[in-house]
């Protein structure tokens, strides 16, 4: 079964970057678009980005068009999410989810296999 690991989450100031890292073990992610999500407390989790199984393909939350990045590296297995520009609201537990659709899905109930998270807190 596909395991997925969450790193690069911390606290950082309004208008900082963080680079959140999902790692594969057990298959290749290129077997699976992946997505990133958020949940800030007392809130529904919701989708950020995705990146589609051929990587032909890359979709981004309107909140975040801009300032967010996602991209893959076959080499090191991951797929990862750059955060600039961070605001206060971007503040939550960030999850990546692997769907074995090719496709890059909002939806969180397409994805099979999800992460434990990493806490993202920007605030100064």
């Known amino acids: 079964q596909l395991q997925l690991v969450e790193s690069g989450g911390g606290l950082v100031q309004p208008g900082g970057s963080l680079r959140l890292s999902c790692a594969a073990s057990?298959?290749?992610?290129?077997?699976?678009?992946i997505g990133w999500f958020r949940q800030a407390p007392g809130k529904e989790r919701d989708w950020v980005s995705c990146?589609?199984?051929?990587?032909?393909?890359?979709n981004y939350a309107d909140s975040v068009k801009g300032r967010f990045t996602i991209s893959r590296d076959n080499a090191k297995n991951t797929v990862d999410l750059q955060m600039n520009s961070l605001k206060p609201e971007d503040t939550g537990v960030y999850y990546c989810a692997a769907d074995l659709a090719p496709g890059c899905s909002t939806s969180l109930r397409e994805y099979d296999y999800w992460g434990q998270g990493t806490q993202v807190t920007v605030s100064s």
């Open positions: 057990r298959f290749t992610l290129d077997y699976y678009a």
């Open positions: 990146f589609s199984s051929r990587g032909d393909s890359t």
